[in-house]
């Protein structure tokens, strides 16, 4: 069973750009379908985006299309979130989840097997 770490959170002014990482350890990583949600305060968790084993699929929520980009490392065991033009409803805690599968690009929290433990990202206006 793969264990996630994300890292690369923080506090930015509206308009700028972060980096989330999720480095994964303990199982195959490229079998596995990766996804990144967020939870705002007060809001349940939602989809951010995901992407499939070996890279060539991807999918977004409407609400990050064009801003976000959804990249991995199967090197490295990492998947990445570049978040550029950042808004302050951009500010949640920013999970990584994998699912062990790479047919299917789910958008659906259950569908995920494996979460990390999130990062909290802060986009003040």
């Known amino acids: 069973q793969v264990q996630l770490v994300e890292s690369g959170g923080g506090l930015v002014q509206a308009g700028g750009s972060l980096r989330l990482s999720c480095a994964a350890s303990?199982?195959?990583?490229?079998?596995?379908?990766l996804g990144w949600f967020r939870q705002g305060p007060g809001k349940e968790r939602e989809f951010v985006a995901a992407?499939?084993?070996?890279?060539?699929?991807?999918t977004y929520a409407d609400s990050v299309k064009g801003r976000f980009t959804i990249s991995r490392d199967n090197a490295k065991n990492t998947v990445y979130l570049q978040m550029s033009n950042l808004k302050p409803e951009d500010t949640a805690i920013y999970y990584c989840?994998?699912?062990?599968?790479?047919?299917?690009?789910?958008?659906?929290?259950?569908?995920?097997?494996?979460w990390g433990q999130g990062t909290q990202v802060t986009v003040s206006s």
């Open positions: 992407i499939s084993g070996n890279g060539g699929r991807t």
């Open positions: 303990g199982g195959t990583f490229r079998t596995y379908l």
């Open positions: 989840a994998a699912d062990r599968q790479t047919y299917y690009i789910y958008t659906d929290t259950n569908e995920y097997d494996v």
